[in-house]
């Protein structure tokens, strides 16, 4: 049985992920071994528990890999747990027509949020922002912001491109002190506090 979890609430697929496998073989795109893999799902097992492989970031594997691993995974018996960082698209999930998907879509005010991301807009971005973090969605939402921060600096747009560059480094700084425990206050407070400036 092959079971697929995606989609672009990464917090939440990943927990199901990671809760829902108990694969004895862990991988990740950046470590695949095709004879590994091969030799753990063709060896036989002196035990009846049924054996389990999980890879993470499945899709991103080089398609010449992809295309032979796809055919291992599709003829074996094991139980395969596939992780996407992202949504996949229909051709993707057409790759194993009888598997199991999970989809994990966010939450609308993350996209709406976002989209109010603009000059003179902080007011209407704040209230949203904290709809977004009363959903508990604080890191996705960062991380979404992050990204959508990297488009603008590749594009014309409305922000200062100086002021710009300036937000989009103190939000990596901010989320490096969040995970290493070096924040002096709530890390929602302390991204408001990043975008004051800007959205003003």
């Not at 698209?89 to 994990?104: D, E, H, R, S």
């Not at 704040?126 to 939402?141: A, M, P």
């Not at 594009?155 to 002021?163: A, Y």
């Not at 103190?170 to 206050?185: A, V």
């Amino acid at each position: 049985m092959i079971t697929i979890f995606h989609g672009d609430d990464q917090v939440k697929s990943r927990e199901a992920f990671l809760s829902s496998n108990s694969a004895k073989l862990k991988l990740d795109s950046k470590n695949i071994k095709l004879d590994q893999i091969n030799n753990y799902l063709n060896e036989g097992s002196l035990f009846s528990d049924t054996k389990a492989i999980s890879i993470s970031n499945y899709f991103s594997i080089p398609k010449a890999n992809l295309d032979k691993l796809s055919k291992l995974m599709i003829k074996t018996k094991c139980d395969v747990y596939l992780w996407q960082d992202k949504l996949l698209n229909a051709t993707q999930l057409k790759t194993f027509p009888q598997a199991k998907i999970n989809l994990f879509k966010a939450s609308n005010d993350l996209y709406t949020c976002l989209i109010a991301f603009k000059p003179k807009k902080f007011k209407k971005f704040i209230t949203l922002y904290e709809k977004v973090v009363e959903q508990n969605l604080f890191d996705l939402f960062l991380y979404m912001l992050k990204g959508n921060l990297r488009k603008l600096l590749q594009s014309k747009n409305l922000f200062n491109e100086k002021q710009l560059l300036q937000t989009y480094l103190r939000l990596i700084e901010l989320e490096f002190q969040y995970k290493n425990g070096q924040l002096t206050l709530p890390k929602e407070i302390a991204l408001k506090r990043v975008v004051l400036s800007i959205l003003s």
